[in-house]
C-alpha cells in the first residue's frame, strides 16, 4: 500500500494534529524542505511517549 504524498502545509497541519506544538510555523516550512518528515516525527517519539 503506497502513501499518500503530502504537501509540507499539509505535513504540518497532520504533526499538529498530532501533538507538535509550532513556535514559528514559516520556521517549521523552511526545515520540511530539507528535512524529511519521517525523520522529524521519528525524531520527536521520545516526547509523545
Do not use: C, H, V
Amino acid at each position: 500500500m503506497e502513501k499518500e504524498y503530502l504537501s509540507i502545509k499539509e505535513q504540518i497541519e497532520l504533526l499538529k494534529k498530532r501533538g507538535m506544538i509550532f513556535k514559528d510555523e514559516e520556521e517549521a516550512t523552511k526545515k520540511l524542505t530539507f528535512i524529511n518528515y519521517y525523520k522529524i516525527k521519528e525524531a520527536s517519539l521520545p516526547f509523545f511517549m
